[in-house]
């Protein structure tokens, strides 16, 4: 094999190698979650789009009380989700959170049920 080819081979294949870490790391951290908003967050963020209800204060304060209930974001299907199970129920206005289809009382005000509504304007049946 001549000098050329050696020198082509060896500088094609550093140039695979690069490509390859790059791709190799480019997926590693395309797959970290994001920490922005709650941070709690093990759903996937926008699925519901519930970042405008992260943002505001009623909101803030409506999820706060339902975690100290124990509701846990992505446990819906244990009848236990932070958002459908608990969150939702209280802001759209279609019942109220349960548990094991049993109503369970969360300590929120009106007036944070308004604004949590007025965020989430776009999400209202």
């Given amino acids: 094999m001549g000098k050329l080819t050696t020198n082509r081979v060896v500088v094609l294949g550093a140039c695979l190698g690069l490509i390859m870490l790059?791709?190799?790391a480019t997926a590693?951290?395309?797959?970290i979650p994001s920490t922005r908003g709650m941070g709690q967050q093990?759903?996937?963020?926008?699925?519901?789009n519930h970042t405008a209800a992260e943002?505001?204060?009623?909101?803030?304060r409506i999820i706060a009380e339902c975690k100290k209930l124990g509701f846990i974001p992505g446990q819906w299907?244990?009848?236990?989700?932070?958002w459908k199970d608990?969150?939702?129920?209280?802001v759209k206005g279609n019942g109220g959170a349960t548990r094991d289809g049993k109503p369970i009382s969360v300590?929120?005000?009106s007036s944070d049920i308004q604004s949590c509504r007025a965020s989430e304007g776009h999400h209202m049946r």
């Fill in 77 to 82: 299907k244990q009848d236990n989700g932070l």
């Fill in 22 to 24: 790059v791709a190799n």
């Fill in 55 to 60: 943002r505001n204060s009623g909101c803030q």
């Fill in 42 to 48: 093990t759903q996937p963020k926008g699925g519901p």
């Fill in 28 to 31: 590693q951290t395309g797959a």
């Fill in 86 to 90: 608990c969150f939702d129920p209280i």
């Fill in 107 to 109: 300590p929120v005000s």
